[in-house]
T-cell receptor, first 116, second 115 residues
Framework: AQTVTQSQPEMSVQEAETVTLSCTYD???????LFWYKQPPSRQMILVIR??????QNATENRFSVNFQKAAKSFSLKISDSQLGDAAMYFCAYRSTTSGTYKYIFGTGTRLKVLA | NAGVTQTPKFRILKIGQSMTLQCTQDMNHNYMYWYRQDPGMGLKLIYY???????DKGEVPNGYNVSRSTTEDFPLRLELAAPSQTSVYFC??????????????FGDGTRLSIL
């Protein structure tokens, strides 16, 4: 069974600085999707970025980028020029591409605090 | 666009009561999911559905039931509420076409307390 581990329960970053959130996963599959979701205090789950495992190029979405290391099964999220609005819980998620398996596996989350 | 709509937003139940959490989406998504999020934890899948009339268990299905009579609606039923079911419940949907599956869209959640 696949697992997703986020080893940092909480991180802090100064406004305008860069922070990296860690995520590791375990799987025996070769093709899958990885996601980072943001959950602000409003509780909404917002997709930040996604990565397809067969793509070697790291995904980028404005100030958000990932460092995808397939061999190491690592999928970290880098937030550049941090803003107060980035403060939230961040969840890493895995989804198999195996036919018939459409379940997402979520990590336990990292709470990001942004300091003014 | 409404997206995924969950009702109610908050509810307090007594032990042993039953209730249905409503979820509806207007994006014509064929896949729908129910998750629960306990304090300080990630989301755990309760049930999911790949289309009208088809449902399947997730990681933590005990104590819950679902139905999917239409594409739009995916209600979650608690038959005999227990304190262990105190949680925040999220409904999500996505669209599959062939081998492609879109990322999930989430509702705003339902905070449920069982006392």
């Amino acid at each position: 069974a696949q697992t997703v581990t986020q080893s940092q329960p909480e991180m802090s970053v100064q406004e305008a600085e860069t922070v990296t959130l860690s995520c590791t996963y375990d799987t025996s599959e070769s093709d899958y999707y990885l996601f980072w979701y943001k959950q602000p205090p409003s509780r909404q789950m917002i997709l930040v970025i996604r990565q397809e495992a067969y793509k070697q190029q790291n995904a980028t979405e404005n100030r958000f980028s990932v460092n995808f290391q397939k061999a190491a099964k690592s999928f970290s999220l880098k937030i550049s020029d941090s803003q107060l609005g980035d403060a939230a819980m961040y969840f890493c998620a895995y989804r198999s591409t195996t036919s018939g398996t459409y379940k997402y596996i979520f990590g336990t989350g990292t709470r990001l605090k942004v300091l003014a | 666009n409404a997206g995924v709509t969950q009702t109610p937003k908050f509810r307090i139940l007594k032990i042993g009561q039953s209730m249905t959490l409503q979820c509806t989406q207007d994006m014509n998504h064929n896949y729908m999911y129910w998750y629960r999020q306990d304090p300080g934890m990630g989301l755990k899948l309760i049930y999911y559905s790949v289309g009208a009339g088809i449902t399947d268990k997730g990681e933590v299905p005990n104590g819950y039931n679902v139905s999917r009579s239409t594409t739009e609606d995916f209600p979650l039923r608690l038959e005999l509420a227990a304190p262990s079911q105190t949680s925040v419940y999220f409904c999500a949907s996505s669209y599959r076409a062939g081998v492609s599956l879109t990322p999930q869209h989430f509702g705003d959640g339902t905070r449920l307390s069982i006392l």
